[in-house]
C-alpha cells in the first residue's frame, strides 16, 4: 500500500494530520505525533470507518492570531481537528518584531477606550467589548501562565525578559504540540466555496511542486495576514475588501542639511501633517512624541503615528505633502522670544554657534542646523543677532517646515491598512456575517495599530474569540451527537 503523506516542518515538532482523502483507494491518511514515544507514524484509516463526530477547523495563517486561535480552539474542544496551514515560516513576524525581541502587547493601556484609541482603523468599534473579552492583561498572563516571563519597559512596551522572540514562538508551537494542533507549512488554501451541507471545500497548493490537495472542514478561520490569500479566500466567500495600503512607515525628507542630522533624537516634538488634496480639518494628523532622524528623512514614535492615522491620505497624495515640527511643544512662542532675548543679553559676546538655551532641551549639531536654516554666519555673536533674527528662530522651532517627498519602510514590521470590513463580521464571536461558521482574526481584517505592541494585540484578543466561538460550537455539536447517540 503507498501513502501519500502531506510535507511536515519536522523542525517544530508538531504534528500534520491531513484532511485529505485519497477516493482511489478508499483510505484517509494521517501522520501522527506520538508524544509519549516522540516519533511519528504513518496510519491509514479506511474512510467508512472514519467517525461522522469528528469535526475539523482549518486556520488559515500560521501568525500570531491563527496559532493563537488554533490553539484556543482546541484547547476548548480538545475533539475538534485544528489544522492550520501556513505557507512560509509559522510566526515569522512574531520573530522580527521589536526588532527580534517582540513586543508581545502594551501594558500600559488599562482603559479599553484609550486602547481603542491607538487603532487608527478600529478605534471606533474596539470602545466596545472586544478587548473586555481579551485584552492586555489577559495576554500577558497568558504568556506568563505557560512559562514566559515578561516585563514592561517605560513606553509600555511589553517584552519577553529573555528579549528574545524565540521565547514567544517556542511558547506557542509548544502549546499548539500539547494541545494536539496540526500545522503544516509551505502550502497554500487557494480557494474556498461552500459546498451541500454547510461545509467549506477548500483547495490546497503546495508551493514548490505542482500538487493539489482537496479538504472538506466544518469551520475556517482565516488569519492570513494583510497577504493576498486571505483577501482572496475572503472575497469568494462573499465578503468585500477595503482595498490595503501601507501604513507605518517613516518619511522621506528632501532637506541635504537634516541628512547631516541622522542619529539625533527629540524626546518630546508636535508634528503636523499638511497635505494638498486634504482640506479638511483632521486631529488625528496631529501627533506628539519622540522623533529620531535618519539618513532619508525622520522617524520614530510620533513618525509612525502619523503615518499610521494618514495611511490613506498620504497614499492618494503619492506620499507628498509638508510636515510641520514644533521643536520645543511645551513653550509658546511669546515664551520662546523672551528666553532668547534673555540669552542674547546674557551671552552677548559668545558665538551664536556655541551657545544657546539649555532649557530648548536641542543638542549642537541640531542648533547648528536651525542657525545655518536661518542664515547666520558661524562666527556670529549674540550681541549682533537682531531681534527680527529672534522672533525668526522662535517660529522655525515652533514651525519647522520640512518637505516630504516619499515614505520609508519601518524595519520592524510591514502593517497595512485595508482588509474585510469590521461591519462585516460581529466582534463579540469574530464570525462572518455573510457566511456560518467563517471567522476571521488579526490583519486579514480593515483593523491596524500604532506602534508599540498595539497590533500584535489586536491578533492575540481576535485569535482568542475567534477560538472560543469555535471551540464553543464544536463542543455544542459533540454534545448534539451524543444525545442523539443516547449517550447523554
Known sequence: MSFHLARL?????????????????????????????????????PTAQKSSKEELL??????????????????????????VIEKGMPLSKVKISGGGRCNVTNGHCSDNKILAEQYPRGHREFRGSFFDMHGPADTMSWFTDHG??????????????SNSSSSVIDCLLSEAKHRGVSLQTKKVVSSASVGAGGKFLLKLEKRTVSFVENVKADYLLIASGSSQQGHCLAAQL????????????????????????????????EVKL???????????????GPMLVTHWGLSGPVILRLSAWGARDLFSSGYKGTLMVDFVPDLHLEDMKSILNQHKHKYAKQKALNSWPLGFSLTKRFWKYIVDREGLIGDTLWASISNNSIVSIAHLLKHCAFEVTGKGQYKDEFVTAGGV???????????????????????????DGVTGGFNFQNAWSGGYIAGTSIGALALQHGRWICKVDGKL
Not at 274 to 288: A, S
Open 148 to 161: 514566559v516571563a515578561l516585563k514592561i519597559e517605560e513606553d509600555g512596551r511589553v517584552f519577553p525578559t
Open 421 to 447: 470590513p469590521l461591519s462585516e463580521i460581529s466582534l463579540n464571536t469574530m464570525e462572518s456575517k455573510k457566511c456560518a461558521r467563517l471567522f476571521f482574526a488579526g490583519e486579514v481584517l480593515n483593523v
Open 274 to 288: 499638511k497635505l494638498e488634496n486634504i482640506l479638511r480639518n483632521t486631529p488625528h494628523l496631529t501627533q506628539v
Open 9 to 45: 516542518s519536522l523542525q517544530f515538532g508538531i504534528s500534520s494530520r491531513t484532511a485529505a482523502t485519497n477516493s482511489s483507494n478508499g483510505y484517509y491518511y494521517h501522520l501522527l505525533f506520538n508524544p509519549t514515544k516522540r516519533k511519528f507514524t504513518a496510519t491509514a484509516i
Open 238 to 269: 462573499g465578503h468585500s475588501i477595503v482595498d490595503p495600503v501601507p501604513s507605518l512607515f517613516t518619511f522621506k525628507i528632501a532637506d541635504s542639511g537634516l541628512a547631516e542630522l541622522s542619529g539625533v533624537t527629540f524626546p518630546k516634538v
Open 58 to 83: 482549518v486556520v488559515v495563517g500560521g501568525g500570531a492570531a491563527g496559532v493563537y486561535g488554533a490553539i484556543r480552539a482546541k484547547t476548548l474542544a480538545p475533539n475538534l481537528d485544528v489544522l
